[in-house]
C-alpha cells in the first residue's frame, strides 16, 4: 500500500507541475485570474487537454504491459507484441494516402481507421491463437509477430507510394503525438479506456495465479479461457483507443512494468495499478521533454521514450536478468 501511495504521489506531482512547464513557465493560478489572457487559453486549451491525453494513453500502455507480461510469461512482452500499433499504423497510413477525410461523432478520418486497423490486426491475431475451443498463447505471440511485419511491410508499401506531404504526416503520426487543442476527444474515448482498465484490474489475482502455469491456474478455480479472452479483448479495446489518437508510442508498455516488477515483485494487485499509476506520469513527463527541449518547436513524444526507455532498459538487463515466471 505505501508503494502505491508512493506512485500515485509521482502522478499527481506530475500532473501538478508538467502542464507549468513549457517554452515559457505558465502558472496555475492563470486558470482562477480575472478574464482572459493568452497565457490562460494556452494553458487551459492546450497544456492541460495534452496532459491529460499523455496521462490516459500512459496509464494504458503501462496497464497492457504488466497484463501481456502476465499472460504470454515474458517479461520482454509488450502492447504491441500482437500487432496492433502495426495494424493501426497501417489503418492511419491508409486513410492518409487515400485521403479520407470524413468525421464521425467528432473523430478524424485517421483516428478512425487508425482504431480499426487495431482491431483487424488484433481480430486476426486471435483467430489463429484460438484453437480447438481454447487460446494458445504461444501461438498468439507468434501469430502477433507475423501479422505486425506484414502489416508494416503493407505501410511501407503505402508509403513508398505517397508524396511529399503525405510522406511527412505519416512520419509524424508513426513518432507518437499528443497535440491536441480540445477535450472532446478525451471525452470520447475516456470511457473505453477507463472502463477497460476497471476490467483488467479486476483480474488481477487471475494473473498472479497465470503466473505459476495454466494448470496450476485451474487447480486453484481460475477459468483459464475466461480470463484470457476477456484480457485480450480488453486490452485490445484499451490499446486500439490509445493508439488512433496518440500514435504508436514505443517503450511504455515494456519497461514500466518491466522496472516496476523489478521494484514490487510479480503481485499484480500491486503491479497492475503502479503500472497504471507509473505509465501515466512517465508519458507526462516524457511529454513535457519533447515540448521543451527544443521550444519553442516540440519533438514527437515517441522519440523521447526512446531515447530515455531505450538506455535505461539496457541498464535494467546488466544490473539484473528479467525474472522467470
Known amino acids: 500500500m505505501r508503494a502505491l501511495m508512493l506512485f500515485a504521489g509521482l502522478a499527481i506531482s506530475a500532473i501538478v507541475i508538467c502542464p507549468m512547464i513549457g517554452s515559457e513557465w505558465i502558472s496555475w493560478k492563470v486558470l482562477f485570474s480575472a478574464g482572459s489572457s493568452m497565457d490562460h487559453e494556452i494553458f487551459l486549451r492546450v497544456r492541460l487537454p495534452r496532459m491529460f491525453l499523455a496521462l490516459l494513453v500512459g496509464a494504458t500502455l503501462g496497464v497492457s504491459g504488466a497484463v501481456f507480461q502476465s499472460l504470454f510469461r515474458n517479461a520482454l512482452a509488450s ?132 503466473c505459476l502455469g495454466e494448470e496450476m491456474a485451474r487447480t486453484r478455480g481460475v477459468h483459464v479461457e475466461r480470463v484470457k479472452t476477456a484480457s485480450f479483448v480488453v486490452t485490445s479495446i484499451m490499446i486500439g483507443a490509445a493508439v488512433s489518437v496518440a500514435g504508436p508510442i514505443g517503450f511504455v508498455g515494456l519497461i514500466v512494468p518491466h522496472t516496476l516488477r523489478l521494484i514490487l515483485g510479480a503481485d499484480y494487485r500491486l503491479l497492475l495499478p503502479a503500472s497504471l499509476l507509473g505509465g501515466g506520469a512517465f508519458l507526462v513527463v516524457c511529454d513535457t521533454i519533447a515540448r521543451v527541449v527544443v521550444a519553442p518547436s516540440e519533438l514527437p513524444v515517441g522519440v523521447i521514450t526512446a531515447l530515455l526507455g531505450g538506455p535505461f532498459f539496457i541498464f535494467l538487463l546488466l544490473k539484473k536478468s528479467p525474472e522467470s515466471f
Not at 86 to 109: E, H, M, P, Q, R
Not at 134 to 149: K, P, R
Open 79 to 210: 502492447p504491441f507484441t500482437l500487432g496492433t500499433a502495426s495494424g493501426g499504423t497501417f489503418g492511419a497510413v491508409c486513410a492518409i494516402k487515400f485521403g479520407l477525410d470524413f468525421s464521425v461523432f467528432g473523430f478524424s478520418s485517421v483516428t478512425i481507421a487508425a482504431f480499426l486497423g487495431s482491431l483487424i490486426a488484433i481480430a486476426i491475431v486471435y483467430r489463429i491463437g484460438r484453437q480447438r475451443g481454447g487460446i494458445t498463447t504461444s501461438t498468439m505471440l507468434l501469430a502477433g509477430v507475423i501479422t505486425g511485419f506484414f502489416f508494416s511491410a503493407l505501410t511501407m508499401f503505402l508509403h513508398f507510394m505517397m508524396d511529399f506531404s503525405q510522406s511527412r504526416q505519416t512520419v509524424v503520426w508513426t513518432m507518437g503525438s499528443l497535440a491536441i487543442t480540445e477535450y472532446a476527444a478525451l471525452v470520447k474515448i475516456a470511457p473505453f479506456i477507463l472502463v477497460s482498465q476497471a476490467v483488467v484490474l479486476s483480474m488481477a489475482r487471475s494473473y498472479n495465479q497465470l
